[in-house]
């Protein structure tokens, strides 16, 4: 018998059985403005938003890094679905914006219906909780470029905002208030260093009491959508700025909407770092610097917002069942 696609490494058949699976799930998350079902060459979304008087277009790409590490080496598949989405939702909403569809992109050397199922089930769980449409995506299968039993997934988001509620930054200024909403974990961002620090000390399965729970389980924690507490700021005018902490820490990432000639002074006292920091950091003998630019130590989003509506801004957040942190100011 000659050389054939599958001998080669790509198994069609398994491509299909994929679609075949994910079919009802990715429809469960079709709202009224989809256009197309499944298989089509490209999604169709009706671009209509009546309660807009000048709506603008907010995308946004990303992925979830080496977290991936953690889902291999755990095998469980079905958190790092709604991480990329959430991810990709929060960094939309931090402008303002409500998230219309979302896309994703997986890639692996050898398809597993079983992995990608689950993977895209979290795509499909995180989309319904978000108000999100999952419309669209592309499966790749590159036998001999990723190790056996790794994959790698990418996603993109579309949302929209009035072009009056659009947040940016652009009126912070001194004395504003630094508000903040705790993390659930590590988000989707420092992974490569608490793989280096836990790894070689801890069991991935093993129960730490003071995390009250496996260490993969707490690595792999869901990283949390802020799409409803940000609405309620939106909707009400109370925010100046908002920050989405990812790669670069709480500072890095602040500063991204902070003018220029303005700074943060942060109160790091005014939280509980979680547990799972302070292992991270007291394992690795990790510098206060490197904690500070590479994870979120317990804080997920930071609110800007004047020193008058602080109360009102806590008050709204605490009403929405949150826990916000007066954390610092504008200087």
């Not at 491509?15 to 990715?26: F, L, N, Y």
């Not at 795509?123 to 499966?139: H, M, Y």
């Not at 039993?149 to 912070?172: C, L, P, R, T």
């Not at 790091?268 to 610097?289: K, Y």
């Amino acid at each position: 018998m000659g050389k054939t696609y599958k001998k080669a490494g790509v198994d069609i058949d398994a491509g299909e059985e994929v679609v075949r699976r994910i079919k009802s799930t990715v429809r469960s998350t079709f709202t009224k403005n989809v256009l197309t079902d499944i298989g089509m060459f490209g999604a169709f979304y009706k671009a209509s938003f009546p309660a807009m008087k000048q709506p603008v277009l907010v995308s946004s790409v990303d992925g979830v890094g080496t977290k991936l590490k953690i889902a291999f080496m755990m095998e469980r598949y079905d958190t790092v679905g709604q991480d990329l989405v959430n991810h990709c939702v929060n960094d939309i909403a931090v402008c303002g914006a409500v998230p219309l569809y979302f896309m994703d992109y997986f890639a692996t050397g050898s398809l597993s219906p079983d992995i990608v199922e689950q993977v895209i089930n979290g795509f499909a769980k995180a989309c319904r909780e978000n108000g999100c449409s999952l419309i669209g995506g592309e499966t790749a299968e590159m036998p001999g470029f990723y190790s056996k039993g790794e994959f790698d997934i990418a996603g993109m988001i579309v949302g929209a905002v009035d072009q009056k509620n659009i947040v940016n930054g652009k009126k912070i200024v001194r004395g504003d208030v630094l508000i903040g909403l705790p993390s659930t974990g590590l988000h989707t961002n420092g992974y490569s260093l608490a793989r280096y620090v836990l790894i070689p000390k801890f069991s991935l399965k093993k129960r730490i009491a003071e995390l009250e729970q496996p260490l993969g389980d707490a690595l792999l924690a869901v990283h949390r959508s802020y799409l409803a507490p940000i609405q309620a700021l939106v909707k009400k005018h109370l925010v100046k700025g908002m920050s989405h902490i990812t790669g670069g820490g709480i500072v890095g990432n602040t500063m991204r909407i902070v003018p220029e000639g303005l700074s943060l002074a942060v109160d790091w006292n005014a939280w509980e770092r979680p547990f799972l920091f302070t292992l991270i950091q007291q394992s690795g003998d990790v510098p206060e610097e490197d904690m500070q630019k590479a994870f979120n130590n317990g804080i997920g989003i930071v609110f800007v917002a004047a020193k008058k509506d602080a109360d009102r801004v806590v008050s709204t957040l605490r009403a929405a069942n949150e826990k916000p942190v007066v954390m610092g100011e504008i200087v």
